[in-house]
């Protein structure tokens, strides 16, 4: 079976090291089922390791992708899914070809009432904000977010007031994301607010933050030592430094918490992300076929874009 995949075979910026390649796809191996890609969404938890951020735990060349949706074409002997069926094929190859092989325990069934450009982004940020908020539990807390515009952020910003926060803030850069945030019951905050910012970061209880750097260093100047500050991610690209007086700081990286999930614990958390997922707001989808895939990561960079640039299959140019 030829297979095409979007492969890196060293280190670097994603524009300059990842390459379109053909090959022949592996006999499928026991235990396994094997995924035709339909949709695959561009994540910073996609790009960061191709420049060679976690290379401690890559194995070169490798192929790019952490999450998507296809139909299954193939399944080993006993296994629950079948030809046809929509899964998640996850944790096992890259997710940027066209032939995905996953272990067959792993692969998470999609339901009826969610469609295909949901479906595609249903793991790393909804899994993630599923899996924080029940590390930090909000109730009865004032809750303030970074990078508020982005997946992981909205989805957390949205959760949290189900779980029963008091009050969520988000800090954004963009202003065209204060209309959208408003309406999904978060009090939009202007980055460049430093005044409004630092009033916030002083009577929040717990901080989510996406962004690292500056930004982080200014909150966690202005917070109670009695609040909480989780860290899940360095979007500025920077760090920021750390002093005794700061209150409790988390580090979260969802893939830490994969080895404590059974299969069974696996399944059961998506049985609750569905139709939480559903029923929650979400960044509109923008699809491109996978052979224009550098047009894909130039969207995903827009500054102030609302959309969610996803690689589709089903639509390939020549």
Request: proline letters at 8%; aromatic letters at 8%; glycine letters at 6%.
């Amino acid at each position: 079976m030829e297979n095409t995949a979007l492969r890196y075979r060293q280190f670097g910026e994603p524009e300059s090291v990842l390459q379109r390649e053909i090959s022949e796809k592996a006999p499928l191996q026991p235990g396994m089922l094997r995924v035709q890609m339909r949709l695959a969404p561009v994540n910073a938890s996609d790009l960061i390791p191709i420049t060679g951020a976690y290379r401690h735990r890559i194995t070169l060349p490798a192929i790019a992708g952490y999450e998507g949706m296809g139909q299954v074409i193939a399944v080993p002997d006993g296994a629950a899914l079948l030809p046809g069926q929509r899964v998640l094929p996850l944790r096992g190859e890259g997710t940027w070809q066209q032939y995905v092989d996953c272990p067959a325990a792993l692969a998470i069934p999609v339901p009826d009432f969610v469609e295909d450009a949901l479906a595609a982004r249903a793991f790393i940020n909804p899994m993630a904000a599923w899996l924080m908020l029940n590390l930090w539990p909000v109730q009865g807390q004032r809750v303030l977010l970074t990078a508020a515009g982005s997946d992981c952020a909205i989805l957390l910003g949205q959760w949290a007031q189900r779980r029963g926060a008091t009050a969520v803030y988000g800090i954004h850069r963009s202003a065209i994301h204060a209309d959208r945030l408003r309406a999904m019951g978060i009090v939009p905050v202007a980055q460049q607010d430093s005044d409004t910012v630092r009033a916030l970061a002083a009577s929040s209880d717990i901080v989510y933050d996406a962004t690292g750097g500056e930004l982080a260093q200014t909150i966690l100047n202005s917070m109670r030592s009695s609040a909480t500050f989780v860290c899940y991610g360095l979007l500025s690209g920077q760090p920021f430094s750390l002093q005794r007086h700061f209150p409790p700081t988390h580090w979260f990286h969802i893939r830490n918490h994969f080895a404590a999930l059974s299969p069974q614990a696996w399944q059961a958390a998506f049985s609750e992300i569905w139709p939480l997922l559903a029923e929650s707001q979400y960044s509109d989808a923008m699809l491109i076929p996978f052979s224009a895939w550098p047009s894909a990561l130039a969207g995903y960079r827009q500054a102030g874009r609302t959309h969610k640039p996803l690689l589709d299959f089903t639509r390939d140019n020549p």
